[in-house]
């Protein structure tokens, strides 16, 4: 699986990177770029083989993520979406599914949509809201039980793919029992109203947009089947809503570096002391997160959940987002004025690289986090506010 993914990974990075700047200019989305990675198969990344999927792994995931984002940042983290979803879905073990309850039509369900996923579909994410975050325990997007199914109402943000996706992974709370949090994988169609309010300063083409719904979907719609999985599901698998998101800013730091070195190559600038200790310093601090990255993944696929294992998920999206904002300001820095014009491949990765360390979690709450547990604390129970 790596060597056929990573390979259709770093075929389709150029095609991105040609197209990321009118996309980016315009804050639309690169739809041409999802059909490159439908045709590659790559929807199918994290779906189990048994399924047609190409089964990878988590570490694997972050390899493919990480090229992806070498071409468009914005590609990366739309396609990390879809990959949580599938990701989270595929892990479901027999064991896990027993321990949490989870009944076998409802595993029959997800198998559906796996397989709907290795076919070309590809979905969102909608748990964001204004005021909530990506707080689950604040949303107040709400659902309840009717003769078809379930019904949800309520509105999202910062729902990347708006619009443009086959589904959405929607959380929601009973109506019946706010502390019971639960998630649908919404179709795509009537029911669901896009409002187009993503105008941002980086990360641009990635249709962050409002997600309105009021919409029926079946029973089978409930992911796991059964109600109040969401939160559970947050503590037992944080790498896909923390350190997914990581792989994809090692990625623009890289590009960011290979931007600059192309920028002062063409302009004889290379010779340059200070400029060459610019791109050593990236390079360095670059490989250093990557690492991190790696081993953080690899105690993922070894150790889910493990305490330690969830140290270095924190440890991951912390570094990620804060070397990426430092490498992409450095290489602007010594590039010069002329990198700082609109549609020069710099200015746009110091823009995208600024959003890292504010996906949730946020550089501070990840400082926060690994805080409280170098302190002997429960990061999950001691902090101020519910970290979902």
Known sequence: MTVHALEAA???????????????????????????LRDAGLFGLMVPRALNGLGASFAEYAA????????????????????????????????????LGVPDEALA?????????????????????????????ALSTVYEATDEGWHLKGSKTFCSGAGHADGYLVAARSS??????????????????????????????????????????????????????????????????????????????RAAIDAAAEHL???NLAGLPAVRARLGRADAATAAAQLVVAEAARRVDDAP??????????????????????????????????????????????????????HPATSDVCADWLGIAALGGDPDRDASVPRW
């Open 265 to 267: 190559n063409a302009r």
């Open 176 to 253: 019946a029992d706010q502390s019971v949090v639960s998630q649908f994988l919404v179709p795509a169609g009537d029911g669901l109203s896009v409002e187009p309010t993503w105008d941002a300063l980086g990360m641009r083409a990635t249709s962050s947009h409002d997600l309105h719904l009021d919409v029926t979907v079946p029973a089978d719609r409930l992911l796991g089947g059964v109600e109040g999985l969401a939160l559970v599901v947050a503590q037992l698998m944080p790498h896909w809503l923390v350190a997914s998101y990581a792989a994809v800013y090692v990625g623009v730091a």
């Open 305 to 358: 959940g493990d305490a330690e294992t969830n140290r270095w998920v924190w440890r991951a999206k912390l570094l990620a987002g804060t070397t990426a904002a430092e490498v992409a300001a450095s290489m602007l820095e010594a590039a010069g004025t002329s990198a700082t014009r609109r549609g020069h491949p710099l200015e746009r990765l110091y823009r995208d690289a600024r959003c890292g360390s504010l």
């Open 64 to 99: 493919v993520a990480t090229e992806l984002a070498r071409g468009n940042g914005a590609t990366a983290l739309v396609f990390n979406m879809h990959a949580s979803v599938t990701g989270a879905l595929g892990a479901v073990t027999e064991e896990l599914a027993e321990a």
């Open 10 to 36: 770093r075929r389709l990075a150029p095609r991105f990177a040609a197209r990321a700047a009118e996309h980016d200019r315009d804050g639309s989305f690169p739809v041409d770029d999802f059909r490159d």
């Open 109 to 137: 369900a997800r198998d559906r949509l796996l397989t709907a996923a290795a076919e070309g579909s590809w979905y969102a994410v909608a748990m964001s809201e204004r005021g909530a975050g990506a707080r689950l325990s």
